[in-house]
């Protein structure tokens, strides 16, 4: 049975609001795993989550940052060694679920990303939802959906070009704008229809990129999937 280690959670400065969390994982493998987090110098106040092995090797990492005009986080980006991934350690679900903690912690309404087409379905394995803001990536989205006919995909495939021909013979800002969240909403069920054949990325795959975003309404609807995963991580924390 692995043993299960609470996170320790610390004030980034003295009497401020904003927490830093360092967690110790245990990976079957590998063995204990640390990730500790600290303030990442650069010309923007970001921080970083490290991953490392009881021989302090970095295995990975994250990069994040508090947004001061809303109470979110936007994550810029996750990274495992090339030579650990593709081998089922989970060190990048690992990380998530180390900036999940700090969501929590900070009493963060929503985590932020833009992924890159290739790790759609990673983050969408762990609830995240597309959360498309430009015309360009809605466009992109949609084209994605129309030009993969894959069977049992119509339904989407219908929907995305009817919008997309929406969109072309409207030119009105308010509907264009409203077009943006029917977009979202479309591949958003693409999305979870692709994770249902477990070959999402491999058979239904996006030619670009789009923002995603996970609130905390959807980690507490879902609270029972993440807190088997901390508990799989060997960490004793529950939503």
């Given at each position: 049975?692995?043993?299960?280690?609470?996170?320790?959670i610390?004030?980034?400065?003295l009497?401020?609001?904003r927490?830093?969390?360092d967690?110790v994982?245990?990976?079957k493998?590998l063995g204990d795993l640390t990730?500790?987090t600290?303030?990442?110098?650069?010309?923007?106040?970001r921080?970083?989550?490290?991953?490392?092995?009881k021989?302090e090797?970095i295995l990975?990492?994250?990069?994040f940052?508090?947004?001061?005009f809303?109470?979110d986080?936007?994550?810029?980006s996750i990274?495992?060694?090339?030579?650990?991934?593709?081998?089922g350690?989970?060190?990048?679900?690992?990380?998530r679920l180390s900036s999940?903690?700090?969501?929590?912690e900070?009493?963060i309404?929503k985590l932020?990303i833009?992924?890159k087409?290739?790790?759609i379905y990673?983050?969408?394995?762990y609830?995240f939802?597309?959360?498309?803001t430009?015309?360009?990536d809605?466009d992109e989205?949609?084209?994605?959906?129309i030009n993969?006919?894959?069977t049992g995909m119509?339904k989407f495939?219908?929907?995305?070009?009817q919008l997309?021909?929406?969109?072309?013979?409207h030119?009105?800002?308010?509907l264009q704008?409203?077009?943006?969240?029917?977009a979202n909403?479309?591949?958003?069920?693409?999305?979870e229809k692709?994770l249902?054949t477990?070959q999402?990325?491999?058979i239904y795959?996006?030619?670009?990129?789009?923002?995603?975003?996970?609130?905390?309404d959807t980690?507490?609807?879902?609270?029972?999937?993440?807190?088997?995963?901390?508990?799989?991580?060997?960490?004793?924390?529950?939503i």
């Amino acid at each position: 049975m692995i043993k299960l280690t609470p996170p320790k959670i610390t004030p980034y400065w003295l009497n401020e609001d904003r927490k830093l969390c360092d967690i110790v994982a245990h990976n079957k493998i590998l063995g204990d795993l640390t990730l500790n987090t600290k303030y990442y110098p650069d010309v923007t106040e970001r921080f970083i989550t490290e991953l490392r092995n009881k021989d302090e090797k970095i295995l990975g990492y994250e990069l994040f940052s508090f947004e001061d005009f809303s109470n979110d986080l936007f994550g810029y980006s996750i990274r495992v060694n090339p030579e650990l991934r593709q081998k089922g350690l989970r060190l990048g679900e690992l990380l998530r679920l180390s900036s999940i903690i700090e969501m929590f912690e900070n009493k963060i309404n929503k985590l932020k990303i833009y992924s890159k087409d290739t790790a759609i379905y990673f983050h969408s394995k762990y609830k995240f939802e597309p959360s498309i803001t430009s015309f360009k990536d809605r466009d992109e989205a949609l084209n994605s959906i129309i030009n993969n006919p894959q069977t049992g995909m119509e339904k989407f495939i219908q929907s995305a070009r009817q919008l997309l021909e929406k969109i072309k013979q409207h030119e009105e800002p308010e509907l264009q704008r409203e077009s943006i969240k029917e977009a979202n909403k479309i591949t958003k069920g693409y999305i979870e229809k692709a994770l249902e054949t477990k070959q999402g990325s491999e058979i239904y795959p996006f030619s670009y990129g789009m923002g995603m975003e996970l609130t905390k309404d959807t980690v507490i609807k879902n609270k029972d999937f993440y807190n088997t995963l901390f508990q799989n991580h060997g960490i004793d924390y529950k939503i």
